[in-house]
């Protein structure tokens, strides 16, 4: 990657940790799940506010954890409005495989936003940091079983 990427991406994760978009309990919502990763220590709760349709209208989130955790949820949150669960767990999926795997190994979830996938790109970097992968991904996995009605998730 040149370094000049990686500067904006490490900025960008850096102004997501310090300013943590959608941050906070809402007085509403009708999803919620907690997600814990023991592993590092990152304890994140997702609040979701689905529409009549099933599409994401709202998401916010609250908890501790590292600066990945932070930065993770607050872009996932600020992605997340106004996607079909359908999309969000394609993103999900996606995201997921980013994470995780090379190029080639991707496999096929379903069509994807490309623009809200792009601002995940600053995450890719966890790719070489097995341990990160679950500090990056804890928020997907709560918002995704807060869609299923599970009211926990760990990455344990
Ligand atoms: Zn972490």
Redesign the pocket.
């Known amino acids: 990657m040149f370094d000049d990427l990686r500067d904006l991406y490490q900025e960008v994760i850096l102004d997501h940790g310090r300013n943590p978009r959608n941050f906070g309990r809402p007085d509403s919502f009708n999803r919620t799940a907690k997600g814990d990763?023991p592993m590092?220590g990152?304890k994140i709760a997702v609040y979701l506010t689905l529409a009549p349709d099933g599409s994401i209208q709202d998401a916010h989130f609250d908890g501790r954890?590292?600066a990945?955790?932070q930065a993770s949820a607050s872009l996932m949150t600020e992605i997340l409005k106004g996607k079909s669960q359908a999309e969000a767990e394609a993103l999900f999926g996606h995201f997921h495989d980013m994470c995780t795997k090379d190029d080639h190994e991707h496999t096929d979830h379903g069509p994807v936003d490309e623009e809200a996938f792009e601002k995940l790109q600053v995450l890719s970097g966890v790719r070489e940091f097995p341990m990160?992968v679950k500090?990056a991904t804890l928020a997907w996995h709560a918002m995704n079983a807060a869609l299923h009605g599970e009211e926990k998730t760990s990455t344990e």
């Open positions: 990763n590092c990152d954890g590292c990945i955790s990160r500090c």
